[in-house]
């Protein structure tokens, strides 16, 4: 590794202790018993997947990664998956955490459950580590949401405990299988068939990208009763345990993929010859439950999106406090200081935006939201995972310019960061698929009108500024673009859809940053000041160096 002029030690690092962000938005949201117990738990869990979780992640990469043992010294098919023993302590410990568990059952110190707010903010630390193993939680958290939900009590008793285990019982990690190979993203095109036998259903086909395969104690697979129906009409929801009795249950691997990033999640083609599988609720639901259980996937991407970004910012931000070039610190160059602020305006702000977002999650899947905020939910999962995934990938590649060339070598963290962020464009959706996503709510509820006026109301509340006129303008030209939209045929949306996700979950965030501001001061007011000017490009050549004038102030440097 090279060694910088003028560096020294960094020391123990906690992902958790320095977050103001994250620390105001558990404040707010949580009760104060809660917030006492998540505060002490997210220390812990913050030094933890600073240091010792990160290192595993480094070995899991680089030299570690699972691999696939086909079959025994018999000769005999086990497909079993290897991960190494780093893997396996980061599983155990971050299970116990409740980070799955204790959104469905009692935190025992509490006496009361706990909420999909608190789980997030576990999962936004581990991201700064490990976003490739949040890919598994993800799948845990899909799984048990699937199973509280749906199930009926004897599929729920069999499986739910295991799936929601904190160290008092054998866990069961998820997964959701649902591609196929002549389907992809056409999940109505999945031919995996359930035939009637004796003992209940058995599976039959494959799966083509079958993600935590060998891994998980049971998948929640889509899959077609005969006489059904063609079409996503026809799809039923089954779990499935990956063993039964000890041996596997008519599961086998036939390869596990070769990825670009996040390789400490075991991806594979599965065949299924005759797996035992369980009717999970209507058997005429199946790909409506998936699509819940999808939109709680997306709202996971976003999360790992912006630990990728909080990561690639405080490496880029410590690169530049360390190196020394042309007799000065990097930091103290105005380029350098203009693209640390601008990376730290949008994160912070899109942190808080998600933040939102999961709170209202949370009353939604507690069914304490109306109609209206459930369908602005979903247009705030899908506009912010799209924008945030995009974003992680951009935070990589400035926190990679940042090192030089060191951010290209695989001694430091910048390449992983960029490889683990490339995918979260593709998981859950790809933009195109949330394009259309953004089609059905604006067809058929009408979302569109329900976000414009609901950022219209934010900003009404708001002291008037310049920034909050320059918003309300920008509301206004929206307003008048999705309209027109709304009236388009359906060729010329699904053109449009994706320049409009962005001008949507910009003018959102912006909002929250102005907000932000007049609700918290201190640094969230330069902030705010200077996100407004990078979202709307309203700096002219020759004008004031806000990220320069502000630097200090922020940064503390």
Request: hydrophobic fraction near 40%.
């Amino acid at each position: 590794m090279v060694v910088l002029k003028g560096a020294a030690p960094t020391g123990e690092r906690n992902f958790y202790e320095r977050d103001e962000t994250l620390k105001k938005i558990l404040a707010e949201s949580l009760p104060d018993d809660f917030y006492r117990y998540a505060d002490r738990e997210l220390t812990s869990f913050g030094k933890l997947a600073a240091n010792d979780i990160d290192e595993r992640a480094r070995y899991t990469d680089r030299e570690g990664a699972p691999r696939l043992e086909k079959y025994n010294r018999l000769g005999e098919d086990i497909s079993h998956v290897w991960v190494n023993e780093g893997y396996k302590k980061t599983v155990d410990e971050t299970y116990r955490t409740g980070i799955v568990g204790y959104v469905h059952k009692e935190i025992p110190e509490l006496g009361t459950k706990g909420n999909y707010l608190y789980s997030f903010a576990q999962g936004y630390l581990l991201s700064q580590s490990e976003p490739g193993f949040y890919c598994p939680v993800t799948l845990t958290m899909a799984t048990a949401y699937l199973l509280d939900h749906y199930a009926d009590e004897d599929v729920k008793a069999r499986f739910l405990p295991h799936v929601c285990a904190t160290g008092d019982t054998e866990l069961f990690e998820g997964a959701t299988f649902l591609t196929e190979r002549q389907g992809g993203s056409d999940v109505g095109a999945n031919v995996v068939q359930a035939l009637q036998s004796e003992d209940g259903y058995r599976l039959y086909g494959e799966k083509y990208f079958a993600s935590n395969a060998g891994m998980a104690g049971v998948a929640m697979v889509l899959a077609r009763l005969e006489g059904a129906p063609k079409g996503s009409k026809g799809l039923t929801l089954f779990a499935v345990p990956w063993k039964v009795d000890g041996k596997l249950n008519g599961i086998s691997i036939r390869r596990l993929k070769d990825k670009l990033g996040v390789r400490a999640v075991p991806s594979g083609e599965v065949e299924f010859d005759g797996a035992q599988a369980f009717v999970v609720g209507d058997p005429k639901n199946g790909l409506k439950y998936m699509m819940e259980a999808l939109n709680l996937s997306r709202i996971c991407n976003a999360v790992a999106s912006i630990g990728i970004m909080k990561r690639a910012l405080d490496e880029a931000a410590e690169y530049a406090e360390r190196r020394n070039a042309f007799g000065q610190k990097l930091s103290e160059f105005p380029m350098v200081q203009d693209s640390l602020m601008k990376l730290r305006a949008k994160q912070e702000f899109e942190t808080a935006a998600i933040f939102e977002g999961i709170g209202l999650y949370d009353r939604v899947t507690a069914g304490d939201a109306t109609q209206e905020e459930q369908v602005l939910n979903r247009l705030l999962i899908a506009i912010l995972k799209k924008e945030s995934a995009e974003q992680a990938i951009h935070f990589s590649h400035e926190a990679i310019e940042m090192h030089g060339g060191n951010g290209y070598i695989e001694d430091f963290v910048t390449p992983r960061l960029l490889r683990d962020a490339q995918v979260l464009t593709v998981w859950e959706g790809t933009a195109n698929i949330l394009g259309l996503e953004l089609m059905r709510l604006v067809n058929k509820f009408g979302a569109h009108e329900l976000f414009i006026c609901h950022v219209k109301e934010r900003l009404a509340k708001l002291q008037t500024t310049v920034d909050v006129e320059l918003l309300q303008e920008k509301t206004k030209n929206l307003h008048e673009e999705l309209t027109a939209f709304a009236g388009f045929d359906a060729a010329l949306q699904s053109f449009d859809a994706k320049n409009l996700m962005q001008k949507m979950a910009r003018l959102f965030e912006n909002t929250v940053a102005l907000e932000w501001a007049g609700k918290h001061g201190g640094i969230y007011t330069p902030l705010a000041e200077i996100f407004t000017e990078l979202t709307w490009n309203t700096r002219s050549t020759g004008g004031e160096m806000k990220t320069v004038k502000y630097f200090k102030q922020v940064m503390g440097k």
